[in-house]
């Protein structure tokens, strides 16, 4: 009897000790298999979250790309501005103007548009765009911007921006003022200088915009556009509330 008793306990512990085993391999390849599934999903949350951070960086490319097309905000950032040598800042990447413009589309939800010529007859070296820059400004020059304009039907409030060159507008900017309808519209003038300040932008844009109200305007050292960017930000907000922004 004890011998058939300890032949059903070994058989009992050897039937145990498989399921025992089996139900380890078992919650290995569940734990293996629910840690795939949820590195799948974390993967696939990660692909989401890169999907959708390309989704943002496609739709503010589009916005400013849409400048010109769908007005998603009744607010515009127009804007000239270079790269290439510029005084006191060596060769840059994303002129002084540009990166004012997008400080002002970024604290307004504005659209951007920028005014590049038809021909891009600017020469990228500092010297030479002074001599090309002074003499359209001799001969009173309306160089030609490439594209049109947004519907400014849609905008009531546009913001103008451009580089002090010699002490004025450049002379493309004016080509922009003379050829579109501003009436009506609060025009907000803003420059980057090199000591020059606002250099009587806003009275200028006043004169060549019959009907616009032109509203208090801002100056920006390009220097410090490039190179105090935090600052600019600041004076940019102050500025903004100040007009009511
Ligand atoms: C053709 C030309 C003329 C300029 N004239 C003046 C000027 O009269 N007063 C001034 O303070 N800065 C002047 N500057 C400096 C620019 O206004 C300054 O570097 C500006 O930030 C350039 O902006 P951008 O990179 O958007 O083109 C001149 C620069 C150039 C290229």
């Known amino acids: 009897m004890k011998r058939v008793i300890s032949l059903l306990l070994i058989a009992i512990l050897a039937l145990t000790g498989c399921g025992s085993t089996g139900s380890v391999k078992e919650s290995q390849a569940e ?54 040598e510029q005084y006191t800042v060596g060769v840059i990447e994303k002129g002084n103007t540009a990166i004012v413009a997008e400080m002002i589309a970024e604290q307004t939800g504005a659209n951007l548009f920028e005014v590049l010529p038809e021909d891009d007859h600017y020469p990228m070296t500092y010297d030479a765009l002074t001599d090309v820059a002074k003499q359209e400004q001799a001969e009173k020059a309306r160089p030609a911007y490439a594209g049109e304009l947004p519907d400014l039907s849609a905008y009531d409030t546009i913001f103008v921006g451009a580089p002090v060159w010699w002490g004025d507008w450049p002379m493309i900017m004016y080509t922009v003022f003379e050829s579109n309808d501003f009436s009506g519209k609060t025009l907000v003038p803003f420059s980057t200088h090199e000591g020059s300040g606002l250099s009587g932008f806003d009275k200028k844009l006043e004169n060549a915009c019959p009907g616009a109200t032109v509203e208090k305007g801002l100056a920006v050292r390009g220097n410090d556009a490039q190179n105090a960017q935090e600052k600019v930000r600041d004076s940019v907000s102050d500025w903004l509330s100040e007009l009511g922004f």
């Open 31 to 84: 734990t293996s298999g629910q840690t795939t599934a949820e590195q799948t999903t974390s993967e696939d949350t990660a692909l989401e979250e890169d999907a959708s951070s390309k989704d943002d960086n496609d739709a503010s490319a589009a916005s400013q790309d849409s400048a010109d097309s769908d007005a998603s905000s009744d607010i515009l950032v127009i804007y000239f501005s270079r790269t290439g």
